[in-house]
């Protein structure tokens, strides 16, 4: 059982940074994948990053080149830095653990966060 908390959004303006962390509980933490999902109000959940167990990082197209997946085995958090940040994402963020790969649908995520909400002002 693993249970992933959440923490770091807020408002920010246009073009601002955000650093999201996700607190996970559980001494097997290292064993699963590790994904941030996001979901803009009217819209499913997507995809916007995760990292295999190699540590390669995995982006949507809307968020490469700006945001930053990392995780940190000692302390059992993995962060998204969020840089040059767009209205478009605006959304709740979600913090999700799997146990099998790292994968883009969320249906392959087993365990979720309660989620963070980012507010971008244009």
């Known amino acids: 059982q693993v249970q992933l908390v959440e923490s770091g959004g807020g408002l920010v303006q246009a073009g601002g940074s955000l650093r999201l962390s996700c607190a996970a509980s559980?001494?097997?933490?290292?064993?699963?994948?590790m994904g941030w999902f996001r979901q803009a109000p009217g819209k499913e959940r997507e995809f916007a990053a995760t990292?295999?167990?190699?540590?390669?990082?995995y982006y949507a197209d809307s968020v490469k080149g700006r945001f930053t997946i990392s995780r940190d085995g000692a302390k059992n958090t993995v962060a998204l830095q969020m840089n040059s940040l767009k209205p478009e994402d605006t959304a709740v963020y979600y913090c999700?653990?799997?146990?099998?790969?790292?994968?883009?649908?969320?249906?392959?995520?087993?365990?979720w966060g309660q989620g963070t909400q980012v507010t971008v002002s244009s």
């Open positions: 990292m295999d167990r190699s540590g390669n990082p």
């Open positions: 559980g001494r097997t933490f290292s064993t699963y994948i």
């Open positions: 999700a653990a799997a146990r099998g790969w790292a994968e883009s649908q969320s249906r392959h995520y087993d365990y």
